[in-house]
């Protein structure tokens, strides 16, 4: 079933990066001269993008820690929830940053950033599901 799940989301992937987006074709290509080169679009971010983004996403996730942890925790065995936890906040984490690397916006210019970012959403999505399982009651 599992195999199953994951065939139709690779085939729906497939279907999405062939036939739906726009496409420049050989025959375009070709067409150009060899001193023209495609135009390309320039991204209008600032310098420090991805830090401003990554340090919000701490501070988000600073609040939500801070937000579970504030009162003692409620599980009897809550080495083990905590553990579980995170993995499934790395889970989505990873999940995430497959989607990112399919619209190609998971680049960097930098071994930092890109720590820095992962880190963060890692960090942040730990503490959602945290948030989710002890203070919301999402998969109590």
Known sequence: MLLDLLGI???ALGL???GLGPSSSTSDRMSLNYDEKPLKKESKRSKYFTEKVSA???VL???GLFIVFKDPLPVQNYTQTLIVASLIGIGISLLVF???YVLELYYFKTLFKLFLFSC???IFFI???LYGYFKSGWLI
């Open 9 to 11: 989301i690779v085939d």
């Open 16 to 18: 999405l990066s062939s």
């Open 56 to 58: 919000v996403v701490l």
């Open 61 to 63: 996730a600073a609040l």
């Open 98 to 100: 497959f989607v990112l």
């Open 120 to 122: 963060s959403v890692i």
């Open 127 to 129: 503490s959602v599901v």
